[in-house]
DNA sequence: GTTCTTCCATACTGATTGGTATGGTTGTTT
DNA sequence: AAACAACCATACCAATCAGTATGGAAGAAC
């Protein structure tokens, strides 16, 4: 039976990377994909020529997402510092807590190793997250805030930290994510020169 | 023809580390390891029951190159201020520099989220390098020469920041390796209350 | 020199999986 | 209503690859 469905390429995207996160890209075939959109391999096909495209649309769904979390976070605050610190705050808390970004995220970088489109779409995102970085440290440092002498690269050890802390999360056996939450929080903000 | 070999075992997993490195883990098939040891596939799976055990085999010899560098790189060096910075200096340079470190890694931890085996070993590894450098800072504090408050806390940190930085090299598209290990030696060094 | 264990080579299998071939169905255009 | 494009379903293929079956050669033990 043939059930024509608006958005299907989206809910296709949307499907895809719900399962890459959870089981990893390599984890993850075809079927599952389109049978976790409730409709079959020809749809899927249809939509994506290949796995690497449903892959990128992927990422494109993750940019997106990463976008509007942060944009919600910080739409309430107003002032530089906090807008700085909430920002901080909800990085290292998705790095270390949302399992689904820390598995998505090494998947994309083991493929980007080998290719250069994922390579080239990611490394955008990732230069994007390091502008607006750089913006609310700047912001923070205009209003005599934070003595970071350099934003650009107290930013770029930043945001290597984030993730190594994706990374090191995956391997500690038992982790008090509370506990080290707070103190990489403390050491980043020493890092930004605005310790509390 | 047959060709009894001495220390076969070794050069499998020598070969399977350069092959796992060069090629990342998952484009690594045991035809090609054992091809690359001079061998076939029947003697490859005398020697290692599964691909895992292969893949763990690499790993030790991962485990023991990096032990025998670091003691050769601080062997002639007896001032612990100095000591501190060769290692960080060196860890540096193997991560943004050694591309056969960062792929190898990299698939290690894709496989470590879903193998706990893996995992562990690895965790292991993990364990030995920071108790190792909360060693050397902790004797470059008893000298007076940083003013860190936490070694365990700063030396976190930097662990963190050393596999963000091999993920991010992985992304960069052109990349002042020169440059950029300048930036982040010294970012690291202010974090470890040692600025030059 | 026979026996036994260790070590190696060849050929094969079974399962997985990206991708395709093909034909049907829905909705739109003329 | 006929033609056409957009969209979906089913069945299949071809390649890849971890692992096995089996037999043989090298060296040690006696």
């Known amino acids: 039976m043939t059930l024509i469905t608006k958005n299907m390429s989206s809910r296709l995207a949307r499907s895809a990377f719900d399962l890459f996160a959870l089981h990893g890209i390599n984890n993850v075939n075809m079927d599952m994909i389109a049978a976790h959109s409730n409709c079959t391999k ?10 690497k495209a449903v892959i990128l649309a992927a990422c494109e769904l993750y940019y997106r997402n990463w976008e509007e979390q942060m944009d919600h976070e910080l739409a309430s605050v107003k002032d530089p510092e906090k807008r700085l610190k909430k920002a901080v705050r909800y990085s290292i808390r ?9 598995v998505f995220t090494l998947g994309i970088m083991g493929l980007a190793l080998y290719d250069e489109d994922i390579k080239k779409s990611w490394a955008g995102f990732y230069d994007h997250v390091r502008e607006y970085f750089i913006m609310l440290v ?3 440092k205009d209003a005599g805030k934070t003595n970071a002498v ?10 290597v930290a984030f993730e190594g802390i994706k990374l090191r999360t995956i391997i500690e056996p038992d982790f008090d ?8 929080y403390e050491g980043l903000m020493e890092v930004l020169g605005c310790p509390n």
């Open 177 to 184: 994510v509370s506990a080290e939450e707070k103190a990489v």
């Open 42 to 51: 020809g749809s899927l096909y249809w939509h994506y020529d290949t796995k």
């Open 138 to 140: 700047q912001k923070a």
């Open 150 to 159: 350099d934003a650009r690269r107290v930013v770029d050890l930043m945001l």
């Open 94 to 102: 998705h790095c270390m807590v949302d399992s689904k970004n820390r």
